[in-house]
């Protein structure tokens, strides 16, 4: 009886924990709009600052027309190709060169190069080399690539070199000391990659957008609604970039913490 009411209590505090955290965010956000109203009415040019009552009917709005959808796909797809090209070229290349030294002094120059060029560079360079559709998707992979090829190679580092040492003198399969020892290891570092790499992807193929002006594009609908002096707008579609990184964020943190239970079980 007294261990069922104390993890009563225990799910009890939980609760409460998870509710101020919850309260918390909703407060921090009302905050943010009340901020944002308050510099709107002194600044006191829609033009400059529209008010967020503004951006929202704008917003609602944009909902409400024939392409938005479409846009809003579009985008995602680039984002999504450029992630998925740098994912599956940093696990290898990261996987090898945190195995081989030799492998990795060979190409750390390279990640040095990619990390060290300014967006705007590769962006102008991407105009140059592809058509519209692709050069968001070249720069978002340029972004993402070393941030998930340096997390795998921490991954790797961080392996318990006394499993493997273990795994050795036991004689265990290539196979299981994969499945066993690398890929625990390794969940963390892929999921920090994937989080870090996308929040940071996502920004630069709309700024790409932008420049690029493809036909259906969040930076292309940015871009046009700052031509034509469609402020309400431009908040608008800032709005919806950031409401669209906000969810995988938050997606993200769901699927990281299942990874830690999964590690610690498994290890």
């Known amino acids: 009886m007294k261990a069922s009411t104390a993890n009563n209590d225990t799910a009890f505090q939980k609760f409460l924990k998870t509710d101020k955290s919850s309260l918390l965010t909703i407060l921090s956000f009302f905050l943010i709009i009340a901020i944002w109203k308050l510099v709107s009415l002194a600044v006191g040019a829609e033009i400059i600052l529209p008010s967020p009552e503004k951006t929202f009917m704008a917003f609602i709005g944009l909902i409400k027309t024939k392409f938005f959808y479409i846009i809003i796909l579009s985008s995602l797809y ?50 140059i080399w592809f058509k519209a559709d692709f050069v968001p998707v070249f720069a978002g992979f340029l972004m993402i690539f070393p941030i998930i090829c340096t997390n795998i190679i921490e991954g790797i580092k961080n392996v318990d070199t006394r499993l493997l040492q273990m795994a ?95 590690k610690k079980t498994a290890l």
Do not use: C, H
């Open 168 to 262: 050795k003198i036991y004689k265990i399969r290539s196979d299981r000391i994969y499945k066993e020892i690398y890929a625990p290891s390794l969940v963390p570092f892929i999921l920090s990659g994937v989080s870090s790499g996308f929040g940071i992807g996502w920004k630069v193929v709309i700024a790409a957008e932008v420049l690029s002006q493809p036909k259906y594009a969040i930076g292309s609908s940015l871009q046009n609604s700052r031509i034509y002096l469609n402020i309400n707008e431009v908040f608008a579609w800032t709005l919806t970039a950031i409401v669209l990184g906000y969810a995988f964020e938050k997606i993200m943190r769901i699927i990281e913490n299942k990874a830690v239970r999964w």
């Open 78 to 127: 680039r984002g999504a190709i450029g992630f998925l090209i740098s994912f599956i070229l940093g696990v290898i290349t990261g996987f090898f060169a945190g195995k081989n030294k030799r492998f990795y002094k060979l190409f750390e120059p390279f990640l040095i190069i990619i990390r060290s060029t300014p967006v705007i560079t590769i962006i102008l360079i991407a105009l």
